[in-house]
């Protein structure tokens, strides 16, 4: 049966949520309080990364975002502020950073990026879209042995998981990168990530479910809503009432303010992360990390792109240019080739990553109202886990038999 959906936010997972709704037959509006051309989906390293399989909250992470804590330029950065909604989700954040979390998480989101590799490749092949797409791997590039020891724990993972993952030595990173000098005494190579251009994939399918009738209202937002027997009837927007059947919340960061309004308790703090895009030629062919500064290395359609930092922050315009600087001067270290220039450091874009209190995501039904999906906190796995989200959120809909189990990204879990 058709129902009348309405998606709050207008960014990769609401877009793919929007692509399969109206494939299901579904009457389809995004709005979205900005103009669907920025943030996060556009600044993103665009990586589809299976092998991403230990989740933000990780033992040790706190211990080592407080060392950092003062130094606005370090690749993990904490704000120091008073904020009561920062300190709850900080609380938690903390107890999730634990063996446990990993153990429990390592499946589902292995689960989650492999569909959702399948479902994008599925989506160019079907509707024979030209957006960049490519199956290169990727590199886990380090500069010291307690790296690269720690990285061989993470591909002992993978493997045990069915991943296929390896560490190499400096002869074979070079057989990968063969025309290019890279400074690294060795790298996790693992050759089940994939990639893509961010902006082109995600204005085809943009352009793709608007043809097909979705509808998108840009600087629109919500004003308030109307609540009847635990489901939300009707939205106010721009002085006029609208109803839906359904209700998907994928503003990324802002669903935790959304939800407020509802009264659901959401914990997500804003992760807000740079890019900046290369436009001179490189030589790099292959994605990388770099382990030690936490950098991203992506080669896209037409020029590198260099992204990182995890900054836990108020949702501020900034751009802290030492922390661009960082990005860019870490790049210049792995590859002494490489030479950023200062045109392309001033011109640095940024996103705000909705992080859940256990880096996990929130997908599925709240129990507080029957009619309201959530769809967000993915932290840094958005890209990764966008199609598979999108097709979830539709299988909740139809009352389907979901293509993962979803119970580790349930909303309403406790922490």
């Known amino acids: 049966m058709s129902k009348k959906i309405l998606i709050v ?8 949520s929007a692509y399969y709704l109206s494939k299901s037959g579904h009457d389809v ?6 103009g669907m051309n920025s943030g996060a989906s556009y600044v993103n390293a665009g990586y589809l990364s299976p092998g991403h399989i230990i989740p933000l909250a990780a033992p040790g ?9 003062f130094n606005s330029s370090s690749p993990f950065y904490i704000e120091p502020r008073i904020n009561v ?8 954040f903390n107890k999730s950073c634990s063996d446990n979390n990993v153990k429990s998480s390592i499946v589902p989101i292995i689960e989650m990026s492999l569909l959702s590799q399948e479902l994008l490749k599925d989506i160019k092949k079907d509707n024979d879209m030209g957006f960049h797409y490519d199956q290169k791997g990727l590199l886990m590039l380090c500069k010291t042995e307690k790296s690269l020891e720690k990285e061989k724990e993470v591909v002992d993972l993978a493997v045990q998981n069915g991943l296929r993952a390896k560490i190499l030595n400096q002869n074979e990173i070079k ?13 996790a190579y693992f050759y089940c990530d994939h990639h893509t251009t961010p902006a082109e994939l995600i204005s085809e399918l943009k352009d793709f479910i608007q043809k097909k009738g979705v509808k998108c209202f840009t600087h629109t937002e919500i004003e308030s809503f109307r609540i009847e027997n635990n489901n939300i009837k009707s939205v106010n927007i721009s002085n006029q009432n609208l109803g839906f059947d359904e209700y998907v919340m994928s503003a990324g960061t802002w669903t935790s ?3 407020k309004k509802l009264g659901i308790k959401l914990l997500l703090q804003a992760g807000k992360g740079y890019s900046v895009n290369h436009s001179s030629k490189t030589e790099i062919s292959c994605p990388a990390i770099l382990v030690e500064p936490k950098c991203a290395i992506t ?5 590198t792109r260099y992204s990182g ?10 751009i802290r240019k030492n922390r661009v600087n960082a990005i860019c001067d870490a790049v210049e270290s792995f590859y002494p080739s490489v030479k950023i220039p200062e045109i392309d450091r001033n011109d640095a874009g940024y996103g705000f990553r909705p992080i859940s209190a256990d880096g996990v995501p929130y997908i599925g039904r709240t129990k507080n109202l029957k009619n309201v999906i959530i769809a967000t906190g993915h932290a840094m796995m958005g890209w990764s886990m966008s199609t598979g989200t999108g097709k979830i959120v539709s299988e909740i809909v139809d009352q389907k038999q979901t293509s993962i189990n979803i119970e580790r990204f349930n909303p309403n879990r406790k922490f």
Do not use: H
Request: with cysteine.
């Open 257 to 259: 303010e959304l939800c």
């Open 175 to 187: 057989t990968i990168e063969p025309n290019i000098n890279i400074d690294s005494i060795g790298a």
């Open 299 to 303: 080669p896209m359609n037409g020029f």
């Open 61 to 69: 992470v706190i211990k080592q975002g407080l060392k950092w804590m």
């Open 29 to 34: 509006t995004i709005i979205d309080k900005y």
């Open 309 to 318: 930092t995890m900054e836990i922050s108020s949702i501020n315009d900034r």
């Open 85 to 92: 909604d920062f300190f709850k989700w900080l609380y938690a």
């Open 9 to 16: 936010g207008g960014g990769i997972i609401g877009i793919c």
